[in-house]
């Protein structure tokens, strides 16, 4: 069985361990690296992490808290790998994208025909 494991943590509008001028009312992207735990090879989810104040509703690709902080971004990555795990790669990258946008979620094979 393939489970998945968080290799690192990257925001390209906040550097770890910074906080935003106010942690209560933010929007911040992150993008947790992912791969194969004993494999090799990481894959990018984003998601962005709101506060309730900036926030309209939690969905796909939205993870809404009542004050932004690292350690929690860390807990709710955790806990839903510690959810994800299938036959292949694939299936557990297919799970983790029903919450967050893998990157290669719509990715495509280019074949011979186009």
Not at 28 to 55: H, M
Request: negative net charge; glycine residues 8%.
């Amino acid at each position: 069985m393939v489970k998945a494991e968080l290799r690192r943590i990257h925001s390209p509008d906040l550097s770890e361990p910074d906080l935003p001028p106010d942690p209560t009312d933010c929007v911040v992207l992150v993008q947790a690296l992912i791969g194969p735990k004993d494999g090799s090879g990481e894959e990018s989810f984003d998601f962005e992490v709101v506060a309730p104040l900036s926030a309209s509703s939690p969905g796909r690709g939205r993870v809404v808290v009542e004050r932004f902080d690292w350690p929690s971004v860390r807990t709710h990555i955790t806990e839903r790998l510690a959810s994800a795990q299938g036959h292949s790669w694939s299936d557990v990258a297919r799970q983790l994208d029903q919450h967050w946008c893998w990157e290669f979620a719509d990715y495509r094979e280019f074949g011979a025909n186009g």
